[in-house]
Antibody
Framework: EVQLVESGGGLVQPGRSLRLSCAAS????????MHWVRQAPGKGLEWVSGISWNSGGMAYADSVKGRFTISRDNAKNSLYLQMNSLRPEDTALYYC???????????????WGQGTLVSVSS | QTVVTQEPSFSVSPGGTVTLTCGLS?????????PNWYQQTPGQAPRTLIYSTNIRSSGVPDRFSGSILGNKAALTITGAQADDECDYYC??????????FGGGTKLTVL
């Protein structure tokens, strides 16, 4: 059974940093791309970032480019999102999603975690 | 910037068939956009229904199907049930690793 467990969320002041983690199990992690998707309270889904199976391809939404960095450790079956210079508009539930393909540029998102909440406020 | 469009709301009668669509503010959706469809009930994580246009995710009943209809991606639900009442989101691949979600459709079954 595919399991994705996010952690690292919390309350943080504007301008500070936070690192999210996603622990994956139930599938061959290094065979698949991974993504982060967020959902602000009461709003729709927003794709944040994706990374290919071997970290050779990475992409970011314009809203986070230059502030967020996605990475993965295939030896630890883990995905990460380093979030710097956080803003109140980054407040959201952040989901980790397993891709349907080894590439972050194909297929889409096949499985989702339950999310970790990030709140940015002074 | 290209916007992904979805109907804000839709209604279907129990047992009926409904087709939700996913389009572009400029241009036509094709299989190259790898349209995906997700279902989300309040307080829950999204559940993948369809990826890569028409591939049903594991465990999804065959009354959910994906296709390209005209210049849009489409999700068709046949035999609508009460627990189909929730939000539905599509996402499209825009190139250069970028994915964009639609604003979602709130489906009512009544």
């Amino acid at each position: 059974e595919v399991q994705l467990v996010e952690s690292g969320g919390g309350l943080v002041q504007p301008g500070r940093s936070l690192r999210l983690s996603c622990a994956a199990s139930g599938f061959t992690f290094d065979d698949y791309a991974m993504h982060w998707v967020r959902q602000a309270p009461g709003k729709g889904l927003e794709w944040v970032s994706g990374i290919s199976w071997n970290s050779g391809g990475m992409a970011y939404a314009d809203s986070v480019k230059g502030r967020f960095t996605i990475s993965r450790d295939n030896a630890k079956n883990s995905l990460y999102l380093q979030m710097n210079s956080l803003r109140p508009e980054d407040t959201a539930l952040y989901y980790c999603a397993k891709a349907a393909d080894y590439s972050n540029s194909r297929g889409g998102f096949e499985y989702w975690g339950q999310g970790t909440l990030v709140s940015v406020s002074s | 910037q290209t916007v992904v469009t979805q109907e804000p709301s839709f209604s279907v009668s129990p047992g009926g068939t409904v087709t939700l669509t996913c389009g572009l503010s400029s241009g036509s959706v094709s299989t190259s956009y790898y349209p995906n469809w997700y279902q989300q009930t309040p307080g829950q994580a999204p559940r993948t229904l369809i990826y890569s246009t028409n591939i049903r995710s594991s465990g999804v009943p065959d009354r959910f199907s994906g296709s390209i209809l005209g210049n849009k991606a489409a999700l068709t639900i046949t035999g609508a049930q009460a627990d189909d009442e929730c939000d539905y989101y599509c996402v499209l691949y825009m190139g250069s690793g970028i994915w964009v979600f639609g604003g979602g459709t709130k489906l009512t079954v009544l």
